[in-house]
C-alpha cells in the first residue's frame, strides 16, 4: 500500500523498496517546536511564498499555552508568519478545531485515504490509519517542503501485521501495539512500513487505528498504515463531508502477492492489557505480571496525548472513574486533546466525573507527555501514562519513571495508588 | 538553525579524527540527546551545551571539536526534533558512527549536515582511545590503533548529491528557482 501511495505521489508507475523518489505532498505539518526552525530554512531555500497556503498546518501544542518567554517567542514567529502568508490551516490556541496535531488533522478532515503527507514530528504517523502514507520529518525537511511541496523519500520495506480474532474486554489498540512493540522491539521496522490487514482489523474502530499507527515510530516504524473499510469511509463521511461527497480521496489496496520482509499473525485475544516499563516502549508485559512484580506507589497518572487524546479514550476513563476517588498521594491528570474533545467531554458530563473523582482537567497540550510543563515528575517519582514514551528524562526528571499503559489500566492505577488492572477495582456501591 | 554550522562538503575528504571517542550503546534517543525541556530555544551554541545530559553528564563539558560517537543500534530513535543533530554539531563532533540510526535522526543528518556513517563493524570493533582516519565519501574508516579498516555501506547516488549541496537547502536552491511567478501565484 505504502509503495502505491509513494508511486503515484512521485509520478511514477511503480517503486520497488530502497529507491530514493521525490514526492509531492498533499499535506505538511508542523508545530511550535519545529516550524520556528523550519521558517529560517523556508527563506534561506530562496523562496518568498508558501507552495500551498491550504496544504499546511500549523498548531501551537507543545509549550503551549505558553510556559516561558522563550516558548511564547516561539508561538509569535510561528503566529506571524501564519499571517503573513495567511496559511488556512493556523490553529491559534483556544480556537475552534484547535488541539495536539495528530489529534486535530484527522478530527477536522484534513487528512484522506491516498494521501501522502509529511510532519515535522514524528507522531505524524498517526494519520496512515486513514489508510493515508504520513510519517515524521526534521524542520529542514518541513522548511524546504513548505517552499516546494515536494520531498524526498526512500521507499521502505514491508512488514504485514494479520489480525485475526476478537480483543477481550477492556483492550485497545494501545494495548495491541504496545504488544507488537514487545515482540518486535523499537528498532523492528526500523526504516519499514508497519501494514495491517487481516480480519481482525474490522473490529478496530478508528480511535483504536489511530493509537496504533501513532506508535509505529515507536518500533522504529516509517508508518503505519491501515487499509480502507467501512470504518474509515463512516469516518471521512463524519469530519471531512465535503471531500467525501466529491470523493476526493483515494483508496489504495496491497496486492495479494505484495512482498514482506516479515509477516507477524496476531491473534487479538491473546493481547492483553499491557504496561510498558521505563525506559523503553519494548519493555511491555502483562499488567498482572507488572503489577505483581511491582507493587510500589506511583505519584501521577497522565491520561490525554496524541496516543490516547480523543472523546473515545475519556469515556472509558469517565466509565471507571465516576463514583471513585484518585488515590491519596497521586496527582492524576485528564488532558483532552482537542478543543472538540474538551467540549463533547464537557457536554457529556465527563469533565464532572473526572473533577468529583479528584483529577486535575487541562486544556488540550502536548505539555506532560514530552516534560515541557502542565505535570513534570520530580526525581524518583513514578507515572503510568497513556502517552507514546517512557524514556529516561522524557517526562521531567532523568530519575524519574514512566509506564506506558493504554486507559483502563491508567485509570486503575489512579485509583488505586498503583500500578493495576480495571480488574482490581473496588465495585461501586449504588446508592 | 544550522547557520554557522560546518557543511558536510568540508568534511567529505579524506580526514584524521584523533579526537576523543565517546562510546554510546544501543537506542540513544533523542530525549537524552537533547532533552524536551531545552526546545525553548533553537540556538546552537544554548542546545549543545545541554547535549547528552540524561545520558552522559560529563559529554558538554568535555568534548572538544573533531572529537566523535560511536554508538549501538537505533541511534536517533524517538522524536523528529532537529535539535538533536544541531546539538551534537554545535558540540563540535565531526562524525558520528553507529551501527544502525534511527530513520529521522538520519534524514536529519543528511539536511542539515552532520556527517555521519552506518557501520556495525566499526560499531562494535573501536574501542575509546582509538584513532580512526575517515573518507566520508567512500565510506571507510581505518582504526589506525588497532590496524583494522571497516566498510560502512556506501550513500546513494542520490543522498551524495544531498551532501554535494551542502545539504537539503542547497539542493534545493539549485533545483527550484522561486521567482515573481510564485508570488503572483500566491
Known amino acids: 500500500m505504502t509503495q502505491k501511495i509513494l508511486a503515484a505521489h512521485a509520478g511514477l508507475k511503480a517503486v520497488k523498496a530502497g529507491d530514493l523518489i521525490e514526492a509531492n505532498l498533499d499535506l505538511v505539518l508542523g508545530n511550535d517546536v519545529t516550524v520556528p526552525p523550519a521558517i529560517d530554512v523556508f527563506y534561506r531555500t530562496g523562496a518568498t511564498r508558501v507552495f500551498d497556503r491550504d496544504r499546511i498546518v500549523m498548531v501551537p501544542s507543545h509549550f503551549a499555552p505558553n510556559k516561558d518567554i522563550k516558548s511564547a517567542e516561539h508561538c509569535k514567529k510561528m503566529r506571524l508568519f501564519a499571517a503573513a502568508q495567511a496559511i488556512t490551516h493556523y490553529y491559534e490556541q483556544g480556537s475552534k478545531g484547535m488541539g495536539i496535531e495528530h489529534v486535530i488533522v484527522p478530527e477536522n478532515g484534513l487528512v484522506l485515504p491516498g494521501y501522502c503527507m509529511i510532519g515535522a514530528d514524528s507522531h505524524t504517523c498517526t494519520d496512515g490509519a486513514l489508510g493515508a502514507f504520513a510519517t515524521g520529518v526534521g524542520s529542514t525537511d518541513l522548511g524546504c517542503a513548505m517552499a516546494t ?240 514514551r517512557n524514556f529516561v528524562g522524557r517526562m521531567g526528571s532523568p530519575e524519574s519513571q514512566t509506564f506506558l499503559a493504554g486507559v483502563p489500566v491508567a485509570c486503575a492505577s489512579a485509583v488505586m495508588g498503583r500500578i493495576a488492572s480495571p480488574d482490581e477495582l473496588p465495585a461501586l456501591v449504588k446508592a | 538553525m544550522s547557520e554557522n554550522l560546518v557543511q558536510p562538503s568540508q568534511t567529505q575528504a579524506n580526514c584524521l579524527l584523533s579526537g576523543k571517542l565517546y562510546c554510546y550503546g544501543d537506542n540513544v534517543d533523542t530525549d537524552v540527546i537533547i532533552p524536551a525541556r531545552y526546545l525553548n530555544t533553537t540556538d546552537p551554541a544554548e542546545l549543545a551545551r545541554h547535549c547528552m545530559e540524561d545520558l552522559d553528564a560529563d559529554f558538554a563539558a568535555t568534548v572538544k571539536p573533531g572529537d566523535f560517537i560511536v554508538a549501538g543500534q537505533n541511534f536517533g530513535s524517538g522524536s523528529s ?78 543522498i551524495r548529491r544531498l551532501m554535494a549541496a551542502d545539504g537539503l537547502v542547497g539542493y534545493v536552491r539549485g533545483k527550484y528557482s522561486f521567482g515573481p511567478a510564485e508570488e503572483a501565484k500566491a
Open chain 2, 81 to 158: 526534533r532537529e535539535h538533536a543533530p544541531v546539538a551534537i554539531k554545535a558540540s563540535g563532533i565531526a562524525l558520528v558512527i553507529a551501527a544502525s540510526f534511527s530513520r529521522i535522526f538520519f534524514r536529519n543528518a543528511i539536511n542539515m549536515g552532520l556527517p555521519i556513517l552506518e557501520c556495525p563493524e566499526a560499531a562494535a570493533g573501536i574501542r575509546p582511545g582509538d584513532n580512526l582516519k575517515v573518507n566520508l565519501t567512500e565510506g571507510w574508516i581505518e582504526n589506525l590503533s588497532q590496524h583494522t579498516r571497516y566498510q560502512a555501506a556506501p550513500f546513494p547516488e542520490f
Open chain 1, 149 to 388: 511541496g515536494q520531498t524526498w523519500f526512500k521507499v521502505p520495506q514491508a512488514i504485514r501485521i494479520n489480525l485475526t480474532g476478537e480483543l477481550r474486554p477492556h483492550v485497545a489498540g494501545k494495548d495491541l501495539i504496545l504488544y507488537i512493540i514487545a515482540k518486535i522491539g523499537v528498532d523492528g521496522a526500523l526504516y519499514r512500513s508497519m501494514e495491517y490487514g487481516g480480519p481482525g482489523i474490522a473490529q478496530l474502530s478508528m480511535n483504536d487505528r489511530l493509537t496504533i499507527c501513532n506508535m509505529a515510530i515507536e518500533a522504529g516504524g516509517k508508518n503505519g498504515i491501515f487499509p480502507v473499510d467501512q470504518v474509515t469511509l463512516d469516518y471521512i463521511r463524519e469530519h471531512a463531508p465535503q471531500a467525501y461527497a466529491e470523493h476526493r480521496y483515494q483508496i489504495f489496496t496491497a496486492d495479494p502477492d505484495a512482498e514482506y520482509v516479515q509477516t507477524l499473525d496476531i491473534d487479538l485475544a491473546e493481547v492483553p492489557l499491557m504496561v510498558a516499563r521505563p525506559y523503553l516502549p519494548e519493555n511491555g508485559a502483562d499488567v498482572r505480571q507488572v503489577a505483581a512484580s511491582d507493587p510500589a506507589a506511583i505519584q501521577q497518572v497522565v491520561i490525554g496525548s496524541c496516543t490516547n487524546g480523543r472523546y473515545e479514550d475519556f469515556k472509558v476513563a469517565a466509565e471507571l472513574l465516576r463514583g471513585r476517588q484518585v488515590a491519596e498521594g497521586v496527582r492524576c491528570f485528564i488532558i483532552p486533546g482537542s478543543q472538540a474533545v474538551y467540549l463533547r467531554c464537557l457536554r457529556d458530563g465527563l469533565l464532572a466525573d473526572f473533577v468529583d473523582a479528584g483529577c486535575v482537567v487541562g486544556p488540550p497540550t502536548c505539555g506532560p507527555c514530552i516534560g515541557g510543563h502542565m505535570g513534570v515528575l520530580a526525581s524518583e517519582e513514578r507515572c503510568v501514562s497513556t502517552t507514546n
